[in-house]
């Protein structure tokens, strides 16, 4: 995941509506993938022209075209024109920066949004830009590569279950965004047992990797936000429905994906909240374990200095030095020193240092 | 309580409306509770069949229907067909990971609640889910589990103390929700106790320990923060009273509802406003424990180094070193070196070291 | 003063509007007085029944009711029947835990206010709940002991100085409300001075007593804060003046007394930001003296060790070591020591350390 | 400048409108000043009573009428009758210690203004507040003390350049403020330069004193914000020109104010932003210090302590110490010991102590 | 980039609408070229006097006025003259010190834009202010000095490449607008490098002087922001089209330009979160490091203390101590003292600083 926009250098000075892609090209070839349903009928297939996919006349089925791979801007630039598409909106389809947004353009609307998953090879989040445009019998969604999250739909469009194949294209696209978001729920749930795995370690063993760890979730973190919370703003518009493509009866639905959002963002500050005050705990425990350092030299240095300087005073070589001669000289210095010794321990026991 | 959603994972990729329990299994059965009243009867009993609780003719009674363990799902479903409720409503219902809201759905409100209370046991703040239906002439409430917080409410009801005998279902939803709000302020005197003592220890003799305790309690605060806050907006959506099914003679306590919300959040906010800069007091205090010890180190070394050089010097075996000889050269350099001990402490004396 | 909420339990699961009084019990009988007025008569008494203090019919004075003493909820029953005052209303009377609100009941408005004034005995801020109930020709004013701020107006309703005496029952009101804000500016000069000599103490000498001294004051402003901040709309629903109860020409007052707060308000925003930053200013200042007393240790150190190495290897046994039957090996020695230490000394005062 | 309201205490417990000067007395007598003017005419005088400045029956030209001094509350008093000013505006007037605001009466403007200027001999900002009070024809300005930034205007009424001669009262009350504002844009430039001055001094040469130095522009800034924030809501409130004494043509000249209250008010956000971080700065650079003289400290220590260490050895007295007599047992040792510091220097070498 | 506004003391005092220049003089002459275009023609021209530019009865072409070098107060009082433009707007393009904003002047709409661009010579963000007004069929733009980012827009008016040859002066102005957002980008992809950069450099590496780079990206920022902010107004008050110089088909594209704004705005609110943990991970480092120093003191310490002292005691001169004549009195000593040496380390290592 990276957080700062790159590759925009290529797209400055070039006239609006100009196709670049923007991005990594995640796939070789691109493909297009038709599915066409009603309650009776299901049919699945893959094309290679935008041509072969949809007609105006037939108003009797809904139309779910998937393209995957969106680097071959005239596969892209034939969409827009085939479905009569404002260029913009394509410009907007093959730049992969973007941030989740609506548009309504009366005709159609415009949805980008950000799939993201978990990758179980580089361990990282992986965000995928799709765009989505939903006509009046037709959902066209564009996306980075292949393989998505949303092979549980295409099941139920298959077998049939629940209520999918009997509600029109607004349904579908509703199906869609749901289950973009809930993944969202699997990585926040990650996420979570990550900062609670980072809270015990640092209670109990905090290091300098800890930090590093705390700084590297804070920066995912960064990232989520900036992707889920516009999420919020989509979902309410889509809910509140003002787009007459949007039927009445799939606005429950779509206030129930505002719900998950919000619960989303709401996951997501809380931790926040619970990384924020984190990096002062572990200055508080780095501050206590230099405290513990300090006292260990201290008390060893008080102890043995008046000691070496007592051996010092009796190494000296003054030849009028009369406790040397005396027979008990030896043990009563080795005495004082001990007593010195005890009396200084007791002194740090009664400061609390031991 | 935990701060992160989990088991959400088995939702993902499920028709919407699909019944999935999520949460722990508190109760091993579910058990339904019936209360029947109006101002001059007033019945109670358990039953098995929700078929068998409430009628649509008889309008002479309101009903309480309270069911405790949501995860029989076949129950809820039974519950959903009996009242003609929303299958949205009953995947919330069985979805213990919600954040208070409430929705309006014309015939009938749904409210979700967190009931929170403190667990002798375990000595942890318990959080429980509560929804509840408020029809013309019922109320529903589901919990995860037996025991809540409502029986000042049955006992109100069979006395027919107060006037709660005499009102509408909408009266009884406000006494529900109430009883509910009015258990936070428990938890939060409970919270204020100890966000004071740890002021005390705080003050007085922090350890590495206290700072354990503030993180606790900075993490029960996000906790509360988050059932709480969302509470303001359903009372007061609840007190603007857009819904036909609240009576204007209830709105007044609805309002005094609201209040209480205010109140508890203000608490809240008060104790984060407490808790925010008390990790800060602590590093104060440790680098002032820090303090102490090294004027201790530095205060014996700077004493004993220059007198064990003395020493040293004085060990040397040079042949020719004239002060060895003077009879009184060992005095006089005991008495140099209580000297430069004695003016070493005025030293730091005058430095305000000891 | 304290922040947090307490003796709540109390009410937990009672019916709504059941008196119970929640606070200090600061007086021992509830007193009534009663002062009744027009342009031309004054008369003021003390009586022991509500009720022989208002009758409807009478239309040419102005009656102002104080009631000290908030415990005895029976009187304050007596008082909600006599003039027809909402369950509800008498509820928050006797709960001293309300922050400062505004409630309009079309014949009255409910208002509560927090008196707060410094105790010179105690040497603390003391806050005291009063509740006011304006009626068309009559104030009420509930308080928790005896002992005010308002005498200033009973002296200018005696002597029938200013507009007060020409003026209705909402004039008397917001003669009322204008005299607890002005007492604010006290407590918050007194707050001001606090700040600034901290801020001396801070910059000039600052222990750790300092520290405590900040908590103190932060602690305090928290309170403070919560006290006035709902103040503001209480003032501004009052200036807006939607209730009919109080007349145009009063409405230039009250807008002076919204000023007022934002007045109040503002002084204690400022006196936070102050707060805010002094505890870096005090860690800032105590890793200064860290740096001193390392330097001092590191100075005598760096110094002696060398120095004592030397000694040490003079005071070695070895037989032949010519150094030792030098005539000038002492003295040479000895200069070569303070050679080294003038050179160490050099060192640091390049280093800007002397 | 004072952050911190005084001398509130006198006003406590008085009838409102009651006229007390707060603030210090900063000139000895009032004086009044009356300029007459219109396109063709200009008459500039002082006067003594307000009496002789202004009667309402001629039309054909504009009054500006200055009033330094406002500690001669009397003045102020028959100001207030000549001009029938309510007496809530006579008493803000003679109270120094309000935020810039306005208030429409109707009849007249009233706007209470700060005006910051440098003071050459104390190095302080000085603020007096400019209380104004726009009528159909007349200006009133009040203000503390003689001397303000007012000349530059009257210059050009006498040489009736730019459109001023030409304009009404709200033109010439335009100007003034505008005048005040510009002024603030020489405050605000002086602070900038003391911020970069500031962060100069922090990176390379941070003391204790930068500390102070900090505070004390964060204190200043606190001041300042004060100030200039509500002035935002007082041309944004002109501009938007709902009152009739402000002609359409003076209002684009009303939006140029608003425009630079942003630009100051910009500007001041950004100090504070500078500001914010610096402590954290000069923390840092402490903290590396501190880190500077450990590893002088520590590597002395370690360079030295093995060595007299081992010289103590071979000063041991035992009789049976076989080096002692060898012949290059001396030699031996002192290379030993070079050995040994060598190792070590390298060591902190390797370490990047060095 | 400078912070704080200077020069502006300049103005003070002067009539409103004089023409004073603020900034730095950039070029030496001011230079105005005049594009003129329509779909079928172009023509590009140098010209000397604004009259020869434009006259107000053709209405068939679009005119480009371009004028680097605002100095020459009196060519743009010329230009103002010629258009009719308002004295306030005037003296805007001449300051450059404004920030953006938009003004709606009916008859022409005043844009002031920040052109940002990374300067190669001096490594540094430069800023310049363009002031873009936009009449019925011509659009004026006023720049600090010659170069811009807008010859791709030249070039596409030249080839006629896109609609931009179509459409109307509002379009141009779009494009103008576009090309200075675009430019944003590049300015904030490099900066997000450079804080990149820095996070690796900091959790790797950190050293004094990455304090003073994030300080210096902090500062950036701080500028960035102030430029950019203000954008997002006037982008979407260009986009809600409140102006009827902007056609319905232009709108479209000033939505485009405000999502780029929003980007723009949400990259450099994720760079200055990033930045803003930064230096708590300086500090914990650093205090970390401080922990390893003092790790090696106190093991060095407590290693060599205890063994000094014990070479010390038999370094006495006391005539009486037996252990000096034994004859394995030295080895056992050595012995004794390795067994402490070894026991200290033992200790370390179970300590964990080793």
Redesign the interface.
Known sequence: MT????E??K????????LIHIGHKKTDKSKISLITYNAENFEEKEITKIEDSYTKKEKTSIYWINIDGIHQTELIESVGKHFNI?P?VLADIVNT???P?I?DYEDYLFIVLKMIFFDDKTKENVSEQVSLILGPDYVITFQEQQGD?F???RD?LRTA????RKMGADYLAY?LI??II??Y??I??KM??K??DL?EEL?NNPT?NT??KI?KL??NM??LR?SVWPLREVTSSLERGESKLIQESTK??L??VY?HT??VI??IE??R??LA?M?????????????G??????I???I??????I???????????P????????PA??IL?LGIAIWMLAFFKRKD?L
């Open positions: 957080l700062f926009i790159k925009y250098q797209k400055v000075g070039l006239p609006p509506g100009t404002h913009l920066r973007h941030h947004k548009e999250v092979d549980p739909i139920r279950s629940g209520r999918i199906c749901d289950t809930d993944n729920f699997v926040v749930e979570g047992e900062v609670e809270e209670l300098q930090v590093k700084h804070k920066r960064i990232f900036r429950i639905y206030k129930d719900d919000i619960q709401d996951t809380s931790s909240d619970m005050g990096l002062d705990i572990y200055l508080s425990s780095v501050s206590n374990k230099m405290n350092i300090m006292k260990v030299l201290t060893i240095a008080t043995f200095m008046p000691l070496t300087f051996a010092g005073v009796y190494g000296m070589n003054f030849h009028n030095m406790e040397l001669s005396w027979s008990f000289g030896y210095v080795l020193m240092w």
